[in-house]
């Protein structure tokens, strides 16, 4: 049972482009939805996060967009850099304990 | 940010021997995670503690166990190594407001 489905699968975008990333949840009691990116035998890092009393969060090149109702978030990176070139997880959380289930990743490359 | 250190880094065994991956961390924080990593599923939760002596089960639990003796220390045990548990495995901390995890750099397992 996979409560976080994460699309799509990779990204190719040209640099200066808009890189873009959805994921949709099934469990409604989530209320924590961080984004993480990992570089090559690195572990992942904590890239953004939203609340679900928010529709948007913006952190410089990086905007999560939130739509309750649909029970979809996405990644947005504006003006994408090669140096972006990684694998991104959306996650969601909720309820005891603060564990995380992470979507399957997207593999973004930006080329030069 | 919290010193999260995993080790080893790489290790290979063969089938059916006991494999313990350890996670330490060099400040106080209660919660932690073990995840596994493979092509194609994503980052699944393994194990995880709320404290010392106080573990539960994740979405792939099977063939390990954890144990938490002390507070910096978070040790997963392959009991009888297979080869499906060839994986890279993340520790995970939960550090900061929300679910803030810091993830260490990994140990990349394979079991032969």
């Known amino acids: 049972q996979q409560q976080v489905k994460q699309s799509p699968q990779s990204l190719i975008v040209q640099k200066g482009g808009i890189s873009i990333i959805n994921c949709a949840y099934e469990n409604t009691a989530f209320d924590y939805f961080p984004w993480y990116q990992q570089f090559p035998g690195k572990g992942p890092a904590l890239l953004i996060a939203?609340?679900?009393?928010?529709s948007e969060k913006k952190e410089g090149r990086f905007t999560i967009s939130f739509n309750k109702s649909a029970k979809q978030f996405s990644l947005h990176i504006m003006d994408s850099q090669p140096g972006d070139s990684a694998t991104y997880f959306c996650a969601a959380g909720g309820g005891s304990n603060y564990k995380l289930t992470f979507g399957k990743g997207t593999l973004l490359t930006v080329n030069p | 940010d919290a010193g999260i250190t995993q080790s080893p880094r790489h290790k290979v065994t063969e089938t059916g021997t006991p494999v313990t991956l350890r996670c330490h961390q060099t400040e106080n924080h209660r919660y932690m995670y073990w995840y596994r990593q493979d092509p194609g599923h994503g980052l699944r939760l393994i194990h995880y503690s709320y404290g010392v002596k106080d573990t539960d089960k994740g979405e792939v639990s099977d063939g390990y166990s954890v144990s938490r003796s002390k507070t910096e220390d978070f040790l997963l045990t392959l009991e009888s190594a297979t080869s499906s548990q060839t994986s890279v495995y993340f520790c995970a901390i939960r550090q900061g407001a929300f679910y803030g995890y810091t993830f260490g750099s990994g140990t990349r397992l394979t079991v032969v």
């Open positions: 939203i609340r679900p009393d928010v």
